[in-house]
Nanobody, 123 residues
Framework: QVQLVESGGGLVQAGGSLRLSCVASERTFSRYAMGWFRQAPGKEREFVAAISWSGATKYYGDSVKGRFFISRVYARTKVDMQMNSLKPEDTAVYYC????????????????WGQGTQVTVSS
């Protein structure tokens, strides 16, 4: 069964950093675009960042531009996201997702989802 497994979440103080990772269980994901979304309690799931299978194209949500950085070694099944200057409003469950059709800011653009990892930023 195809799996996406996130790791790296935790508790951090405002202004701190965390690095999230997502690993896909199958080699076929090396040709998938990957994305990160997040969902805070009582809020809709929102786009955070996405990267193409080659790593050449990256998109970011407006609220994280300049603070979060998504990366991927060319055509590998592991994607990282470095999160800097974290704010309390970044607190959410972060989900990794995979897309056959390319990096996308829309939830519907993704075919597979991980279970999520909790990020909590204290003030």
């Amino acid at each position: 069964q195809v799996q996406l497994v996130e790791s790296g979440g935790g508790l951090v103080q405002a202004g701190g950093s965390l690095r999230l990772s997502c690993v896909a269980s199958e080699r076929t994901f090396s040709r998938y675009a990957m994305g990160w979304f997040r969902q805070a309690p009582g809020k809709e799931r929102e786009f955070v960042a996405a990267i193409s299978w080659s790593g050449a194209t990256k998109y970011y949500g407006d609220s994280v531009k300049g603070r979060f950085f998504i990366s991927r070694v060319y055509a590998r099944t592991k994607v990282d996201m470095q999160m800097n200057s974290l704010k309390p409003e970044d607190t959410a469950v972060y989900y990794c997702a995979a897309s056959r059709s390319g990096p996308d800011e829309r939830i519907v653009g993704y075919d597979y989802w991980g279970q999520g990892t909790q990020v909590t930023v204290s003030s």
